[in-house]
């Protein structure tokens, strides 16, 4: 009777790829800009507005609440138009700063 070796050497671990890049996001930002006598959020890109509300406040809430849920910038105007803040919710948009 002979004996066998029965110990297995371990499965090769399989590897992450190293060096990937993470997909862009392709979602358009969020715009919080002045409309008529209150505030809306529009699309970057996007000719018409998605709502109108009666406060930046209302509007800021909504905006934050869409960036937040598609993962993507959120920015909020001035009520001159300008470009006042902005805001990311996904990744960190590249080329800036």
Known sequence: ???RNTTRK???KKRKKTGAKPKANT???VHTVPHGKGWANKR???S???KVFPTKAAAQKAGRATAMR???EHIIHTSDGKMGARN???S???GRG
């Open 27 to 29: 979602n358009p930002a």
């Open 92 to 94: 960190d948009p590249r």
């Open 70 to 72: 598609e993962k993507t």
């Open 48 to 50: 018409k507005v998605s």
């Open 10 to 12: 371990p499965a090769a």
């Open 1 to 3: 009777m002979t004996t």
């Open 88 to 90: 990311s919710y996904g």
């Open 44 to 46: 970057a890109g996007a």
